[in-house]
């Protein structure tokens, strides 16, 4: 049985349901520790598609809640999924030290690109921004703040070939978190999004088994990140694809981040 660490709430505006049903769905499942991590706020900010920053000590309060109220079936844990902009350091030691956020999940939806540009890894026209993307994933990896990469392939979403940037790319991730012992999510929620044709064939938007037997060689730790933005997807149907996937593939799939 896998445990889940990408679990969003209703606060993202894009997910359904009370925290709650999300705790209650994770016991049904027979999972022993559920992560929360909505998509994280800035302070001064707003990136779009993410909690408020007011919002963030009654998120932290609500878990904490949760957390004693069912501390007998299930252990729950404070998290952030957060993009890394290195302005923002200072942002990520205070979520850490002072809020006491049990671990930030890096969720590199956004990125600042070689010439300053921001960019969106779910719109890359070239695939140079997506060696710039995974340079912010290095830079990131190297900081220490974050305990896990969400959806590290997500770049294979756009109508890209496979080329040598991309190669390239996705060479460098698996790289830099062999060399940080950096743990990588296995996503389930590419397996939500609809299978279409791309240069590289019929295909799920990603997991893509290109990074993956890439990742697999280098015995990275994996775990299943199951992404949900509904209580009903903590652990369906996806989740056990993504699972049985990942366990073909070889992967060294582990059960807890902690
Ligand atoms: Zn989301
Ligand atoms: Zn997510």
Known sequence: MRNNYHTHT????????????????????????????????FPDHDYGLRM????????LRTVDVLNNKYRDRIKLFKGLEIEYYPSYNDYYRLLLDEKKLDYL???????????GEFRN??????????????????????????TFVAHPDILFINNLPI????????????????????????NAN?????????????????????????????NIRVIIGSDCHAPDQVYDESFTYAERKAEELGLNLIDSIF
């Open 163 to 186: 080329d040598q940037k991309v190669r390239n790319a996705c060479t460098r991730i698996i790289d830099c978190a062999a060399e940080h012992d950096m743990i990588l999510e296995y």
């Open 52 to 59: 408020q920053y007011s919002e963030l000590d009654s998120y």
């Open 105 to 115: 999940a890096l969720g590199a939806h956004s990125f600042y690109d070689r010439n």
């Open 10 to 41: 209703g606060r993202c505006l894009h997910a359904y349901g009370s925290d709650e049903e999300y705790v209650m769905k994770a016991i049904e499942s027979g999972m022993s520790e559920l992560g929360f991590s909505d998509h994280g706020p």
């Open 190 to 218: 590419g397996y939500r999004r609809e299978r279409r044709l791309y240069p590289d064939g019929f295909r799920y938007p990603y997991p893509h088994p290109f990074f993956w037997e890439e990742a697999a060689k280098r």
């Open 121 to 146: 890894i779910f719109f890359a026209g070239s695939t140079d921004e997506i060696e710039d993307y995974s340079a912010n994933i290095c830079s990131a990896i190297e900081t220490g703040f974050f």
